[in-house]
Structure formats: structure tokens, C-alpha cells
């Protein structure tokens, strides 16, 4: 088969290499390819500026973001920017259908047909109703793709039928009459029956009657004086009779708090669902090659190896329609993630799509009124706590129950609950606690691993509880605090050592100095003037992150013309990784990268390593407890940037430092990555023993001595990184990582790495270790100042200031624009965004942005907002991953700040205008 001017071979790219899922007993070749790389060679001008047209400053530092330029000249890098012409070069037919998917807007009555004859019958589409569908259901989905006739859906927004439009426009004229016509979708009977849980005890559970995802979450803890709990999850979590023994100290806890002289402290809270909002609505394109057997996707995803394994999965079906034997997902920048985009119905749905096309290429592009439809959520929760404090504001025991609304899907639900179980002891040492949570199966629109991941509901409930404690006892806000909060050496309400600095005495020392607090009572009578009310609220958060399990690639190349290239499995979801893995190179190389390529998903599988849980780190050189995970907005910073910093070390030690010990006639292995360092593109002994070297003359000599050019690692991080010995040369190396694959000067492209199998292993995780939920923490507080105005219900926020405990800044223009954006989302889901459950929601298809409201400029307090970084402590100190933190105490400081203001605890969020009026009548 011809190849054609961009490297594609029958819709398959050949400058990448390739790998193999199995599926059926058959090998399907997957290709995941960075837009950028479609077009890069086609004069085309979607490539994003990734050179050196001005976003470098000097290593290790970013002008801006090395998209940006890209982004804001308008170039085409979303997947709604493309269309099936744009690809006409590498195949494609010019022609494309355009897909509308009709969704369940009652899940009472049994769904029975369409009414086509509402439509004039040259706007009448093909139909796909679910008893035309023969693919199987991937293994994260219970329920039917579609809804089968004469059957209720299970959830609203659970598709009904596909419409195959034979043209974009023919479509949009359809939708005149399809659009909010509420008879369009017919339906029948009522259907009385219950709701069965369904009989899979992995994914489901039965609880008091009701459905819940699996599995649930149960912590209990009974600290001692010693480092040794009397009975923790971490420390008893893996014995047979934990439940037992958990329940017992359970009955004791709550026996201490309501026979004890502890001020005791009851709270009941809820907070509705929230929409991501995405910038771009999900969007793609797809195309089945019959004749290559090839499937074509472009959209943009958080996890896009996981969403090609779940497609392949429905298509081992005998009577599926289609057989890939290749399948190309064209990467595109997202538009925005924030979980949303994590294991998404979107891309299954374009590949149904794609299946029933009959060879055309197939665009499925969500309008906003079918993103706030369809598009995942994040939960909605219900939760009870009870806060026990003596009567010198020490907490004393702590009782936790949240109930978190899954909707139709499991997705990350019981995830999500979990982590919101290990952040409802926030910040500070309790000697006693117990914690339920959960998330339950429901009929809403699925909820997603989204906006704060459980930490923003866990932390508003102690975080509430505990200013209403300092308000009883007469201690201010910050006191309270300070007599509570976690050091390192501290455990976790699971029993899981702190094993970072926290600092969280400085961060309230920050805020208590500020002038947001000092001068309150000046801007108390100034507002009182002008007939409003002014409060001062404080809270911290321990956000969490990571998945106390993380695998991580990364790869770094030396390329002969003297520049750096990147690859991360990582997608950058518009927070700017791609920029912070571009200058994490220049630590130990000298420079920034060049070429950045994310979401490549072909890293892991060409290094050959496996996850079988039957090995160890000891006994199998090939074993890793973890391959690579989805992306998420928190893990850059501290752990992909340290997959590309350690291949960057081994680059230094493997590549430039031999080349160096020749130059300056130095015994082998005698030079370090400690004794060199980077000076203006020069390698220079720190002693200034030598004299130094261009940096371009060291990697020219490593390619013309056939030496390794490349780097590719993997490092699992739980507790701790693993530490491995590698014997290469006959010389020992140590570093933190798991696996190492190399490359060599000459090295064909499409080749993979030769593999360095490890020697041994000097560091892994304590064996107690899985059980302590996390071990990573991004420490944050925000102190916030409002304004009530009795009339109108109203409440402003006019002053912020957030502190926050980052570690080294790696680029402090994304650190400051995360902050903001975080801000800007705590404010809206604290004030304004506020999604009804069941049909009086979004599920009914008419919301948009119109009935859903979000921060505007007017809302956040954009001329008083302040980001306060805390200084690191030392080189050695590792970043926080911190796209999360800044948001997860907002919502509690301005609850506190409005009963600062007036008098009044609100419980229930959003603080809406019409719950503070009727909160001041009563």
C-alpha cells in the first residue's frame, strides 16, 4: 500500500511506534497520534509554536505556556475545530454524516419510539435504536448502550437512538424541530416495578435499601500515645474481622462524644451536582476503513489509552458490525477536563457511531444544552458530622457520614467517596474518628471524578464545624486551628503517616497578619454604610492527591541538532502541563525541551514491563505494581515532572557524563549528577576544576559515538518512590525509578527501546502502605471577606486571599492562573451553580448557560484576589500537585465569612440569595 505525504500507510501512522491490545485472540495495532503530528509537515499551521518563537525565557523558565500561542491565534488543535476534509490527505472521504443523540428525559415510563413524522421527510434521518446494536458492553458500563423499546431507562441522559444526518446542515434544520419538543421522544406506560440492584458485587451493593457502587468506605481510627494506633484502617484494614472490630469502635466513639464533657458540634449539609463547563462541549470525528479494517477517531480525552481499550472491548461481539484490526485516536487538546473527560460515555458513543455508519465518516459534536444533558458531574452529597472539642478547642473524636449521588454510572464514584472519607479529617490530628462514605446508584445524569475529587464536600463539613466550635468557645478562627493542625510525623484519620511538612502553622500565620483580617472592623463600618454587611471567614485544606498507587512514563530524547524532545503519557488538560514538562528537562540537562508530545500512550506497553500481581519488585526485574494512569489535573507537578526530570538524570549520567569524563581526562564513573552543573550552555565542575563545555559540542559527540540518546523510565510512587539499582558498563546506578529503556544514536523511529532491566531495588513501598488512601497533600488556606445584603439576599465576595504550601514553584504564571481558576470555580459552586436533580435539571436538555450560572469577572473579586506561596524549604523539596487545593476551603471560608457578616450558618450550597433571605427571617 502506498504510503502518502504525511507518513500514513492506510490510515495508520509510521513515524511512531506501535502496540498491540489483544482482544478475542486477535491483535489489534493501536495508534495514538497528537493532532500536531497529523499536520505538522502539511503547511496547514496547526502545529502549536513549540520552538523557539519566543515562549522560552532561559532554562527552566516559560515566557508563557508553550500553547498558547497556538490557542489564542485561533489554530486548529480541538477536535471541534476538524472535519472529515481536513483529512482527505491521509484517506479519508471528503463527505461526512453528522450524528444527534436522543437521550431518556423520563425514566418512569418505558421508552416506546421516535415520532419521525414531526419532521418534514427530507430532514428524516436513519435511525439506530438499541435492538439494532450487537456490540458488547465495555466493563465499566452495566446498563444497555441504548435504551431498548418497551424497556425504562435506567438514568436520565441514557441514550434512546442515534440519528445519522447525511449533512451538518441537513441536521441543524432538523433540530428546529427536534429541539425542546418534548413529544418527539415517545413514551408509554409507567413502569411500577423497583429498581433491582444489579447482581455484580464488585460493581454494586445492596445498603438499606438501596443500590451502591463498590466498594464502600470505612474508616475508623483510635489513635494511641505511641506511633502505634490502637486500631486504624491502615494498621487493621487488612484483617479478616476489620468490619467487625470497626463497627465495635464505632458504638465507643460515639458513646465518648455523647458521655464526655466535649462541646459537641452537629452538622448536616448538601450540595447539589456541578457541570464542569468546559470551554469546548466534547466533540469528534470517526471513520471506519472497511477496506484497511482500520478505525479512525480525533476528540480529545483525559485518558485516551483507557478510552481505546473500552472501544476495542464492545467489538469482540460475533455480530458486531465492524472488525478493527487497527484503530488511530487522533489526539486533540481537550478544551478543558477537570475529570469531566475521565472515562466519558463520549468516545463510546462516536465509535457506536462510527460502527453504524456504513464506511462514512461520522461527527458527534454536543451542543451546551447536550453537554449539561450527558456530560458527567460532580456529585452531589449528603453528610452528617459530628465534631467533638474540650474545652481548650483540642478536637477530641470526630463522626463522618456523606452520601455522594453516582447517578446512572459507577464511573469513579466510589473513588471519589473514598477520598472524601480520608479528607473529612482535613488538616489536623483527631484521636478519634469514624468515617462512613459512599455513592449510591441513582436515575440522575452520572456523576465524574471532577472539581476537587470528594476533598471541597469533606472540607466544607470540618471546616464549618470547627469555626462554629471557635465562635462557642470564644478562640479565634486562627487559634483554633493552630492547637489542631497535623505536622509531618502526624497520621491521618486512616492511620497513614504524614510523611511531607505541611506547614500549615505558617499558612494561618499568613493569614491572620493580613490585612483582610486586621483591618476587618474598618471595613465593617465602611460597608455598614452603604447598607451592607462585612465578614471575614478563614478554612484550610489537606487536599490529596495522586491515587496512593501511581505508575508514571516519561521519555527524553537528544536530538542531533542539539534540542530536547519530550513524551508523557500525560494529557494536558489546559492546565499547562505540556509547558512544565517542556522546562523540567533543564535541572539536569541545561535546557528546556523543544518538542513536547502528550497523551502518548504508546510508551508504557514498548517497554515491555508487566503488573502481574503474582511477582514482586524482588523477584521479577520486569515487575511494577502499576502501568499509567488516566490524567488529572493534580499530577504533574509532583509526579509526571519527576518521571521526565529522572529521565533526564539518567540522560545526564548515561549520555552527557561519560562524554564529559573523556573531554576533560577524567577516570570513568568519576563525574556525577552532583558535581556538574549548567552555566549559560555550558557543563561546569561545580569545584571549577575544569574547564567548561558547550552544551551542543556534548550531544553532538554522544550521536557521533553511536551513543544512548534517549531515555524512556517508569516510576511507581506509594509512600515513596521505588529505588532501583541498574548495572550498566559494570557500574552500579541508583535512581528512582522502576524500569529504563534506552535509545541508541541511529535508533529507527518506529523501533522500540532496547530495555535495562533493573539489578535490584533499594526502596519500596511498606507493606501497610496501600492502605493509607494518600500520602501526598497539597496544604492550603483561604481567607475570605464578604458582603451581605439583608434586602436582596446577596452576598458578594470582596476580598481574597489564598496560601498555599506548593513546594519549588517549577512555572508561576500556571501555579497563579491555577489559583485563579480554582477561586473563580470555588465562588460559582459556593454562590451560583446549582444543578436540580432528576427532570427539573439538565436532564430535561434545556439548560445552558442561561440557567446554569457561573463566576464572571464581577463574582471573584478579581481587584483584590491574592496568591500567597509559601517559600520552599529546601532544594530538596519535592512540588505539590496543585490544580485542586485552592479550591477546596473556599466554600467553607465564605460560609464562615457570612456568619462573620450576619449571624447565620448557612449549611446547604449554594449560599443562594433566596436561602440568605430566608436563613435572616428565621
Known sequence: MPENKNGFMGGMSMNRRQFVKMIGGAAVTVNIIPITSVFASDGGGTQPSQGFEGWQKKPGEARYRIDGLAKVTGQKIYARDFRARDFQSEGWPVKEASIQIMRATDVDHVFETLDLDTLPPELRPEVLYADDVNLDLPSTITFPLLVPQGQRADYYGQPVAFLFFKTAYQMRKAQYYIEFNEDFIKYGAKDTDPRICPDNPKEFKDLDGHCVYAPLTNYVRIAADGPTDVFSYAKNGGDSDYTKKSEEYRRQIKLDIRSSDWNVYDLEADMPAMDPVFMEPESGIAWYDQKTKTL??????????????????????????????????????????????????????????????????????????????????????????????????????????????????????????????????????????????????????????????????????????????????????????????????????????????????????????????????????????????????????????????????????????????????????????????????AKHLGANADNINMGDAELWPSMGMTT???????????????????????????????????????????????????????????????????????LETKDGSQSPIPREKLISTVHKLGGITGILVHAYFREVWVNSEFNISNQEYNWDIDGLSVYYSGTNPDEAPAPIWRSGVNKVPSPDSGRYSRTRFAPCGNLMGVTVDRKTGDVTVVDSLSVLNAGPIITEGLVSGQSQGGVAMAIGYSLLEDIKPGSEGPADGRWNLDRYHVALSRDIALHSQELKVLDPLDTNEKSNGIAEAVMCSVAPAISNAIYDASQIRMRSLPFTSSKIKEALKS
Open 296 to 585: 479512525n477517531m480525533v476528540l480529545g480525552t483525559q485518558s485516551p489509552d483507557g478510552d481505546v481499550g473500552e472501544v476495542l472491548s464492545m467489538f469482540e461481539n460475533s455480530q458486531s458490525p465492524i472488525k478493527p484490526t487497527t484503530v488511530n485516536l487522533i489526539s486533540c487538546y481537550p478544551g478543558g477536563g477537570f475529570g469531566g473527560r475521565d472515562k466519558s460515555m463520549f468516545t463510546i458513543n462516536l465509535a457506536i457511531a462510527a460502527a453504524y455508519a456504513n464506511g462514512q465518516p461520522v461527527r458527534l459534536a454536543y451542543n451546551r444544552y447536550e453537554q449539561f444533558q450527558s456530560g458527567l458531574k460532580r456529585h452531589a452529597c449528603d453528610l452528617k458530622e459530628t465534631l467533638a472539642v474540650d474545652s481548650d478547642g483540642k478536637i477530641q473524636a470526630m463522626t463522618t457520614e456523606m452520601v455522594f449521588d453516582g447517578g446512572g454510572r459507577r464511573n469513579l464514584s466510589p473513588y471519589v467517596a473514598s477520598l472524601a472519607g480520608l479528607c473529612a479529617g482535613g488538616g489536623y490530628e483527631i484521636p478519634r474518628s469514624a468515617i462512613k462514605t459512599h455513592a449510591k446508584y441513582t436515575t440522575n445524569i452520572p456523576g465524574g471524578s471532577q472539581r476537587g475529587f470528594g476533598g471541597p464536600q469533606a472540607f466544607f463539613a470540618i471546616e464549618s464545624a470547627l469555626d462554629e466550635a471557635a465562635v462557642n468557645l470564644q478562640i479565634s478562627p486562627f487559634e483554633i486551628r493552630r492547637r489542631n493542625i497535623m505536622k509531618q510525623g502526624s497520621r491521618t484519620v486512616v492511620g497513614g503517616p504524614v510523611s511531607q511538612k505541611p506547614r500549615f502553622d505558617e499558612i494561618i500565620d499568613e493569614a491572620e497578619r493580613h490585612p483582610i483580617w486586621t483591618k476587618r472592623e474598618e471595613k465593617r463600618k465602611a460597608y455598614a454604610k452603604e447598607g451592607l454587611d462585612y465578614g471575614v471567614g478563614f478554612a484550610i485544606s489537606n487536599q490529596a492527591y495522586g491515587t496512593s498507587g501511581d505508575g508514571v512514563v516519561g521519555q527524553v530524547i537528544l536530538n542531533t541538532d542539539g534540542t530536547l524532545s519530550v513524551s508523557s503519557s500525560y494529557v494536558d488538560m489546559g492546565n499547562g502541563s505540556a509547558t512544565t514538562l517542556a522546562v523540567a528537562t
Open 612 to 682: 502481574d500481581p503474582s511477582y514482586t519488585w524482588d523477584d521479577n526485574k520486569k515487575f511494577t505494581a502499576s502501568s499509567v494512569g488516566s490524567s488529572s489535573a493534580c499530577l504533574c507537578a509532583f509526579h509526571q515532572v519527576h518521571a521526565v526530570e529522572q529521565a533526564s538524570l539518567v540522560l545526564l549520567e548515561l549520555a552527557i557524563l561519560p562524554v564529559a569524563e573523556k573531554h576533560w581526562g577524567l577516570e570513568k564513573g568519576s563525574l556525577k549528577a552532583d558535581s556538574v552543573t549548567w552555566q549559560d550552555g555550558y
